[in-house]
């Protein structure tokens, strides 16, 4: 059974630091590019960041020097350490798995219909 879950989701102050996780089961996490997404509220969904398979990484504008994406292959799970909290960041955060070798990573965190999987989210927010 293909799954993907995220955790980590916390009120937290401005300022502040939270790590979300998102471990997965299911497929071979190590061939897939895997992104982190979040959904403001009252807002669309827009992509954060991204970790291909050979751990290459981009960052949206808005997250960049604050926000840092990892992955450990071998727990098959991903990560996404983030700082300098901002009311702003407030949102559910999910997590996506895709197998596309052919976008980049900014392309693809423009591309919602190219992802294989997606987890059900988990909550930041971020107080003044």
């Known amino acids: 059974q293909v799954q993907v879950v995220e955790s980590g989701g916390d009120l937290v102050q401005a300022g502040g630091s939270l790590r979300l996780s998102c471990t997965t089961s299911?497929?071979?996490?190590?061939?897939?590019?895997m992104c982190w997404f979040r959904r403001p509220p009252g807002a669309k969904r827009e992509g954060v960041s991204c970790?291909?398979?050979?751990?290459?990484?981009y960052y949206a504008d808005s997250v960049k020097g604050r926000f840092t994406i990892s992955r450990d292959n071998d727990k098959k799970t991903l990560y996404l350490e983030m700082n300098s909290l901002k009311p702003e960041d407030t949102a559910k955060y999910f997590c996506?798995?895709?197998?596309?070798?052919?976008?980049?990573?900014?392309?693809?965190?423009?591309?919602?219909?190219?992802?294989?999987?997606w987890g059900q989210g988990t909550q930041v927010t971020v107080s003044s």
């Open positions: 996506a798995a895709s197998s596309n070798r052919y976008y980049g990573l900014a392309s693809l965190l423009l591309s919602e219909n190219e992802y294989n999987v």
């Open positions: 970790i291909n398979r050979g751990k290459s990484t």
């Open positions: 299911g497929f071979n996490f190590a061939d897939y590019t």
